[in-house]
């Protein structure tokens, strides 16, 4: 067992290099799986979550916790809440199951921060659990589980929501069903295909067609839900294993300029175009690898191209309203 550098100090482990992934603690136990827990400027809500995740039961973790170069004190507050946690499992001669990396960007790199993230996981299952988001005890278990099934390559589950107070916000709760779902239910967007309740397997990320994700910020979760339907591997949970926090400082707030409701409106159609074009790409791909056939590509394509019209005259409707009134058609 190796207690990492938490053996060295609190102090020192702040100084740990920059983009480089630190051993906080290394059991015995080989994990089974990998959480991926991304964090930025959650001050006030990563140590509920982060605690959520070492409490896991039944199932040794691999956690990577990374912080994405925010400002304040959200990876103080992380590495303060590991080291609690340990010191109160230890105490009594217990050992933690989990093994626990931390690391802290030296430059934002948003979405793209899951995917370097995901380059350094030991395990194939990959399981997303955001800074600001709580984990029932019994995800990781249930998650593992359903990959048991050598075909499902993507899983989701059923969601309770909560406000930056946490209130929860019974008529938001998010469920969904039990079992595979298909690509026509992919393509309609179910409201439980969130980053927030997503774990995937490795090979959807390693295999086909790479997400260039600086280009389309809002298709993540679309196109990682619509890659493992059209591979027949995508499956839901109707148990409610997340519940997600909504609030203003989450990161999608980011993505348009929020000045006017036209440029906000402009910018999302944007990145929504680009969102439905790599779905198209990925129906494409499904077709030529024989994957599904011409006359199922028809008709997803066809599911796409419809959004992908209706948000190019969202695009001039909005653009002719901002030409209009002098502004520019910018958008972060």
Known sequence: MDQGFFSRGLRR?????????????????????????????????VA???????EQCDIPCEILV????SPGKTFTIAL??????????TSDG???????????????LGRMNVHAMAAE???????????????????????????????????????????ALGTHDESATITAPEGFFSVTTALDRPPWLIGAGLAWHESLLAEGIPLVLENTPVAHDRIMGLRAALRGGAYTLADELVVRRLHDEQWLHNLTDPSSQPTRAH?????KSMMFGAMMDEIRAAEAGGTISSAEATEYLANCRAELDACNRDMRKYAGQLIGDGRHLVWK
């Open 80 to 89: 303060e809440t590991i080291s609690q946690f340990l010191a109160r499992t």
């Open 267 to 271: 910018g999302w159609a944007v990145q």
């Open 121 to 163: 996981a030991a395990c194939d299952i990959l399981v997303q659990a955001h800074g600001d988001d709580i984990s029932a005890p019994t995800r990781m278990r249930r998650i593992a589980d359903a990959f048991a099934d050598p075909s499902v390559k993507l899983v989701a589950s059923s969601m309770r929501v909560m406000d």
């Open 48 to 54: 509920e979550a982060l605690t959520s995740i070492l």
């Open 94 to 108: 217990h050992e933690l199951i989990h093994t626990v990396r931390v690391r802290r960007n030296s430059r934002t």
């Open 13 to 45: 482990a702040a100084r740990i290099d920059p983009d480089q992934f630190a051993d906080v603690w290394v059991p015995s136990t080989s994990p089974q799986v990998t959480v991926l827990f991304p964090m930025y400027r959650q001050d006030a809500f």
């Open 66 to 69: 990374c912080d994405d170069a």
